[in-house]
């Protein structure tokens, strides 16, 4: 079934990053928690996210993620950065430090896509392309970076509007 290859190909992956994150914990610090973990792939994930947008995608109040967001920053791994269009809103953006970290993720998907390329005829590729892409884009909209940063403005708007509510 398509649901256990998708199960498998996704837990192959996380186990991946996992194995090689562990591996480097006897020789350096692990300076983040599981769940700073958590937040810095979904700050990675929304394209630098102001701290509501944030906290809407994660369903957490706006100072407790202001507070996670804080620790991420003592420890190197974000900063805040002020909006050239609008100056009262920061957003959040990724580190060096932090790309540095992500990039055991990378690896792997280049290490898999040298594999595929060998394996598999140009047609086939540009049509395993095609269906994932039409899964990104089209068969996950629960995830779709956009839509989420939008209904998050948006609440924050009507918040504006009606803060007694």
């Not at 991946?16 to 300076?31: D, G, L, S």
């Not at 100072?63 to 100056?87: C, F, H, M, Q």
């Not at 790309?99 to 040298?114: F, G, N, P, W």
């Not at 095609?130 to 918040?159: A, F, G, H, Q, T």
């Amino acid at each position: 079934m398509i649901s256990e290859v998708l199960n498998d190909l996704y837990d192959k992956l996380r186990l991946y990053f996992y194995m090689q994150t562990a591996k480097n914990f006897e020789t350096r610090e692990a300076t983040l928690t599981t769940v700073e973990t958590f937040c810095m792939e979904i700050i990675h994930s929304l394209g630098n996210p102001t701290i509501s947008e944030f906290a809407h995608v994660v369903g957490i109040s706006g100072p407790n993620a202001a507070a996670k967001v804080s620790s991420l920053i003592k420890k190197g791994y974000v900063e805040k950065v002020r909006s050239e269009t609008d100056r009262r809103t920061y957003h959040i953006h990724p580190t060096k430090k932090f790309y540095d970290y992500y990039q055991i993720s990378l690896r792997y998907v280049e290490k898999v896509q040298k594999r595929c390329e060998k394996r598999f005829t140009p047609e086939e590729l540009r049509n395993l392309e095609e269906i994932l892409r039409i899964i990104d884009d089209e068969l996950m909209p629960e995830v779709d970076v956009k839509r989420l940063k939008e209904i998050s403005d948006e609440e924050d708007r009507r918040e504006e509007e009606n803060p007694d509510v």
